[in-house]
């Protein structure tokens, strides 16, 4: 089974619905974050969760929100989807340790979202 | 701000010839290098790591250096396989804001 596990998978949508995309870890690690992947621009960080109670934007985190409901579970919502925000979407676990250091995240398998 | 940049591809290699994918990165202070691979229909994965300036990580026969001086840390391997057809993404983390920030990535094919 995998360490991080994403819901759907994969997901088509309207323009102007709301989307929840869930992720979840089995690693009890502290850290969790949502990343978005479009073609040759990489990774982008849209938020991020150093524990329960600790959330912060990322780089591009207009039009997103997130929710942080245990330790293990992080979920990303879009409150009105567009089609700018058809792309990949990756959660990742890390432990609590400075990533400079170990630079491990812990990948979920992505999340395509399509926007209509 | 910081960032990371990396060769263009697709980079298409024949199985056995040595891989080269350079890598350069922008950032104040002194950063740790990453390199995470991402097989198809599948997240990244950490392939190697260096933590400090002429450090070498390794792993599965992938080499890369941390060179303050070029600001580089090209990822190298003398001998490819057809399992190696993956995108590449060089990575930096600061400890000040502890935030792993990705190139764009370098997709590569190796056939038979």
């Known amino acids: 089974d995998a360490d991080v596990t994403q819901t759907p998978r994969n997901r088509i949508t309207k323009t102007g619905k709301r989307i929840m995309l869930e992720c979840s870890q089995t690693?009890?690690?502290?850290?969790m974050y949502w990343y978005r992947q479009d073609p040759g621009l990489g990774l982008r960080l849209i938020y991020y969760?150093?524990?329960?109670?600790?959330?912060n934007k990322g780089e591009i985190s207009d039009g997103y929100s997130v929710s942080r409901q245990a330790q293990a579970k992080f979920s990303l919502s879009l409150e009105s989807a567009i089609p700018n925000q058809t792309a990949l979407y990756f959660c990742?676990?890390?432990?609590?340790?400075?990533?400079?250091?170990?630079?491990?995240?812990?990948f979920g398998e992505g999340s395509r979202l399509t926007v209509l | 701000g910081d960032s990371v940049t990396q060769m263009e591809g697709p980079v298409t290699l024949s199985e056995e010839a040595f891989l080269t994918i350079n890598c350069t990165y922008t950032?104040?202070?002194?950063?740790?290098l990453f390199w995470y691979v991402q097989y198809p229909g599948e997240g990244l994965q950490l392939l190697l790591k260096?933590?400090?300036?002429?450090d070498k990580g390794s792993n599965k026969g992938f080499e890369a250096t941390y060179r303050k001086e070029t600001t580089s840390f090209h990822l190298e391997k003398g001998s490819v396989q057809v399992s190696d057809s993956a995108v590449y993404f060089c990575?930096?983390?600061?400890?000040?804001?502890?935030?792993?920030?990705f190139g764009p990535g370098t997709s590569l094919s190796v056939i038979p």
């Open positions: 990742a676990a890390a432990p609590g340790v400075h990533l400079a250091n170990t630079g491990e995240l812990f």
């Open positions: 690693k009890g690690h502290d850290r």
């Open positions: 969760s150093f524990d329960v109670k600790d959330i």
């Open positions: 950032a104040t202070g002194y950063p740790s």
């Open positions: 260096a933590t400090k300036a002429d």
């Open positions: 990575a930096l983390v600061k400890t000040s804001y502890d935030k792993v920030i």
